[in-house]
């Protein structure tokens, strides 16, 4: 009993933490002694996670956070340079754009709460999220530019397409960071809170999704995200025939029946 509890004491925390509460999964990166920097422990432990969230109907969205004074600092460098395999580097790269896809594409609302550094990989995580809140004070920005790197996790690809090509390319040719508030008025972030607020106020923001359909919302997300790759026509098309189909799920005459009855719908998801 005593060597199990030794052996307790020195096993190193979970590089995630994962907690259901509220209709939410958070995930909250957890290597602050690392800024909470990518590892494969790190984003294999995302996409554990998120497989939990997709199977779980309690869970109206997902929140990824950090610990500490970052919300993620990128990729571990250290961990990166240590490699001796040559094939190493590349592994590792596709270990994060597996991750960054798996998020970019989840059915549910991700919502990302800034609690700090968001940079360089950490940035690409924020960018593969639906809804951002962050602190105020939390610094944003790529970086890689300031180590001779090259974004790995669609950087280059994701940033122009939500903040578009002339401030994307100062912030990957500058490797500057900028603020929360900068970045809000970019049209990255959606909301900036004081810090000691931003567990409520991303918890509140959960609340108002949850109360809503989420066979609709994951519906509505699908629509938008796969719209932006297709031309004008052919989106219009793709929302007619998914709003047909819809017309005809519980949901929508849920809906339909406690508007008339004057009641809060009652929402099963299917």
Same mark, same amino acid.
């Given at each position: ?102 998020? /970019?594409?989840?059915?549910? @609302?991700?919502?990302? %709460? #800034?609690?700090?550094?968001? =940079? &360089? ?104 995200? /796969?719209?932006?790759?297709? @031309?004008?026509?052919? %989106? #219009?098309?793709?929302?007619? =025939? &998914? ?28």
């Amino acid at each position: 009993m005593k060597k199990q509890a030794m052996e307790r004491e020195t096993m190193p925390p979970p590089a995630v933490v994962v907690e259901v509460r509220q209709g939410a999964m958070w995930i909250r990166l957890n290597r602050p002694e690392a800024m909470n920097a990518l590892t494969p422990e790190l984003l294999n432990g995302i996409d554990q996670a998120l497989n939990e969230a997709e199977k779980n109907p309690e869970v109206r969205a997902v929140v990824l956070t950090g610990a500490g004074r970052a919300f993620c600092a990128g990729a571990d460098l250290k961990y990166v340079r240590a490699q001796s395999d040559p094939d190493g580097p590349r592994r590792f790269l596709d270990c994060v754009l597996t991750t960054m896809n798996r998020l /970019d594409s989840f059915p549910k @609302p991700v919502i990302a %709460a #800034l609690n700090g550094l968001a =940079l &360089a990989g950490g940035l690409e995580l924020v960018l593969c999220c639906d809804l951002v809140l962050a602190a105020r004070g939390a610094k944003i920005g790529d970086a890689h530019a300031n180590y001779g790197l090259l974004p790995g996790g669609g950087g280059s690809v994701r940033l122009p397409r939500v903040i578009g090509p002339t401030r994307a390319k100062y912030l990957l040719f500058t490797g500057d960071f900028l603020t929360a508030e900068d970045m809000m008025q970019a049209g990255l972030v959606n909301q900036v809170v004081d810090a000691g607020d931003l567990e409520e106020a991303t918890q509140t923001l959960v609340d108002k999704i949850a109360t809503k359909s989420p066979l609709g919302v994951r519906r509505m997300k699908a629509l938008i995200d /796969d719209g932006l790759q297709q @031309p004008m026509e052919t %989106a #219009l098309r793709l929302e007619l =025939l &998914a709003s047909e189909v819809h017309s005809h799920s519980a949901d929508q005459c849920e809906g339909l029946l406690a508007f008339e009855e004057k009641r809060p719908p009652r929402f099963t998801g299917q």
